[in-house]
């Protein structure tokens, strides 16, 4: 590395040792190697276990390999929605999702609450098939409790649940026996490269896409779910994958195991509560005002239109952090809190900052 | 790397350096860097020169990046056909993009030759908006002269011809002027990790997209060719990409360029010369007669049910080369050409199986 830590939203700093892993897999020559051999079934089978095992993800629950979130959220709509799918969008990549549902061409309605805001309980009219949740927005740092998530599983049974989980993985503790459908993408909280997408899903997301098929609808050919399960049951997937990536989850996902993710969760509300307790009493203050919708992974601040002159004064001294999102660029920044990062970057942050 | 030499189909041999590579892009904090960045928009633009130099791909083509080659023949159907396609099938990569067409629900039509051989002139009655070649076909060693396929450009102006050359780029020397889309993905003949698909197209392909968008029909949401467009005009991807492989595809290209594309190429014809000679006259022989069909970058020997066999009697000491594909697991072995891959490592397997 150059010296320079980065607690940008994602791409972000990569996890400790990762250089080493890479070294690793290239020695061994795993990157050479058949995505059907046994050395390569043998890498897929662990990072599923592993990831069961960090995640609490039940074992009747499928774990895909695909290239990133936006992917998945293309891969849910077209497997589950003939028609409706319903949207709460609080951001830039809830509205990426309602989107996906329209090029679809689905009918997806919506409710929206303004940026940085989360939701009251809303009726919804239609029978959606699918209900989407950003449950950590990464453009606004609005975090979704979970409990708001499950009572629409209660009131919507026959709909899928899908919940995306991109920046919160693997803080948030979510219970896999309320939802159907979750994903996220590597560069965040497992501080990988980018380029790879995690889709975890239920039976009931693989019989509606069987049943959308068998009714004609096309479920779409790459990716689509009644594959990507009939590889997965063999521990591979259904094109040559990203290999590197998965190999290195494979040895992120068993550093945490050792670590154990109740010491990463606890480390994680303690390094934000460090954050959040210094920008609530300095001049640039947290976007998200209500303290229990504030995300401790993506923690957003407003600047005054100062992002520039933040983000310089940190870079100077070797810290890089996110800008705002869309049209918050230039007023906003974004700090990123993931279980790879170690609290005395924040400290450093936090110095740097109370000088300036 | 273990002292092995990989002459697999691929994922195959990294291409000299790679790990050099890796490790530049890891102490340069590359892959925590932001996609919307400087720093990675200038990487982009370089690979995208670099490519049209190398391959002769006019400026007024683009070069989009995806996650494989599988899921380029997906974009390129649901792109471009409303309702007809037609597939020249020769062997299991040419049925998966012929069945990608079906999967989309279009009308697909086919010609299809036995396995090991090639294509008469074939009069196509309906009348395609996509036609598609396996221009280099992995699974059978049979190669697709590009005069073939020129032919078709001019008996259907109005269709997208649509060539895979997955194992034969750099190699294949292709009229772009001829033909509309190609793609391939890197872990062939760029000897890089999979999980990188390289799609090429014209404005055909771009307008055909957009007409079949205002009549109404969806042309999916992720990697839909508008977007990936819109975002390739900025020297950027839709969403966060492979951006290692990008950049290591950039470093490749680069070495490429350097050595030049005339000497790769005769120098790939020279070993496939070099490798056909001996099996020509050797217990073992090629699976593909007619030697003008017959590819230089993936060869394919008949091994009589001897595969296991010869397998190991490379394998023990230290090369590795790919089983039959399908149905020919046991009954076939298949040696890759690529460029990275050097002459005195098949002077080595012709060594070691002569005396055998």
Redesign the interface.
């Known amino acids: 590395?150059?010296g320079?830590i980065?607690l940008?939203p994602?791409?972000?700093?990569?996890y400790p040792q990762?250089?080493k892993f890479?070294?690793e897999a290239?020695?061994?020559?795993l990157?050479?190697?058949?995505?059907r051999s046994d050395v390569y079934i043998d890498i897929h089978k662990k990072v599923v276990q592993n990831l069961k095992s960090l995640m609490n993800i039940p074992d009747d629950f499928d774990i895909f390999f695909?290239?990133?979130?936006?992917?998945c959220?293309?891969i849910l709509?077209r497997s589950t929605v003939r028609k409706n799918s319903f949207h709460f969008v609080n951001g830039a990549f809830a509205e990426r999702f309602y989107?996906?549902?329209l090029?679809?061409?689905k009918v997806a309605d919506s409710v929206t609450v303004e940026y940085g805001e989360s939701f009251e309980f809303t009726e919804i009219n239609n029978k959606p098939e699918l209900i989407a949740f950003t449950q950590n927005e990464t453009s606004t740092g609005v975090y979704l409790d979970p409990e708001f998530i499950y009572q629409y599983k209660k009131l919507f049974p026959n709909a899928v649940i899908a919940v995306d989980i991109v920046t919160s993985a693997p803080y948030v503790n979510l219970d896999f026996s309320k939802i159907d459908a979750a994903f996220f993408?590597v560069?965040k909280g497992f501080g990988l490269?980018?380029?790879?997408g995690v889709l975890i899903t239920n039976k009931k997301v693989l019989n509606k896409s069987l049943e959308l098929k068998s009714s004609?609808?096309?479920i779409?050919?790459?990716?689509?779910i009644p594959d990507l399960k009939k590889f997965s049951d063999l521990n591979q997937t259904?094109?040559?994958?990203?290999?590197?990536?998965i190999f290195l989850l494979n040895k992120v996902t068993e550093d945490m195991l050792r670590k154990g993710i109740g010491k990463i969760r606890q480390e994680t509300i303690e390094k934000a509560e460090l954050i959040y307790n210094f920008f609530d009493n300095y001049k640039y203050k947290p976007f998200v005002k209500n303290k229990k919708d504030r995300s401790p992974t993506i923690i957003v601040i407003d600047t005054r239109d100062e992002t520039e002159k933040i983000k310089s004064i940190l870079k100077s001294n070797g810290i890089?952090v996110?800008g705002g999102y869309g049209k918050f660029k230039n007023s906003q920044i974004r700090i990123s809190n993931f279980p790879g990062q170690e609290k005395f970057h924040y400290e450093k942050l936090i110095n740097i900052l109370s000088k300036s």
Chains 1, 2 share one sequence.
Do not use: R, W
Not at 66 to 71: L, M, R
Not at 193 to 196: Q, R, W
Not at 238 to 245: A, G, I, K, Q
């Open positions: 590395m150059n320079k980065y940008t994602g791409p972000t700093e990569l990762i250089d890479v070294i290239i020695n061994e020559n990157l050479s190697a058949n995505h695909v290239s990133s979130a936006t992917e959220m293309d709509i989107k996906t549902s090029e679809l061409n993408s560069q490269p980018a380029g790879l004609g609808i096309s779409g050919s790459f990716h689509n259904t094109e040559t994958p990203n290999v590197l990536n890089i996110g």
